[in-house]
């Protein structure tokens, strides 16, 4: 798996961590954000985790859409680094223990597109 830390967008709190990659098990672009704990003793704040479901965002594009609606703009850098990740890990959902047992727990909960490319990749289609 892949991992990058890239910029806060403008008026997020300075302390914010923004990280994207890709992620061969799940066949998935993904990305996070977090804000420290509010104590000492608290966990992370999640502000928003996208591309954690099987085949959620299948190219760099979808990933930056999705990024967009929060706000944050993924560096031009950052773009050809997560490219060449895909191709450079591989696809490896499919053939994976408890891909199936995966699958079909997140069916109900996926758009239909998405669960096509589930679909292939289950086939190894999607390496």
Request: with cysteine; glycine share 8%; charged share 25%.
């Amino acid at each position: 798996m892949s991992r990058y830390t890239i910029p806060n967008p403008p008026d997020s709190p300075e302390d914010r961590v923004i990280t994207v990659g890709w992620d061969a098990p799940l066949n998935t672009y993904w990305a996070t954000a977090f804000d420290p704990p509010a104590s000492i003793d608290g966990e992370d704040v999640e502000v928003f985790w996208i591309g954690y479901t099987p085949c959620e965002l299948p190219d760099v594009e979808s990933l930056a859409t999705a990024l967009r609606k929060h706000g944050v703009e993924i560096p031009p850098f950052t773009v050809e680094a997560l490219r060449v990740d895909k191709p450079g890990e591989g696809e490896s959902f499919a053939g994976r223990p408890a891909t199936k047992l995966i699958a079909e727990m997140t069916r109900p909960y996926v758009p239909a597109d998405q669960q096509a490319r589930i679909d292939v990749a289950l086939q190894g289609g999607g390496r």
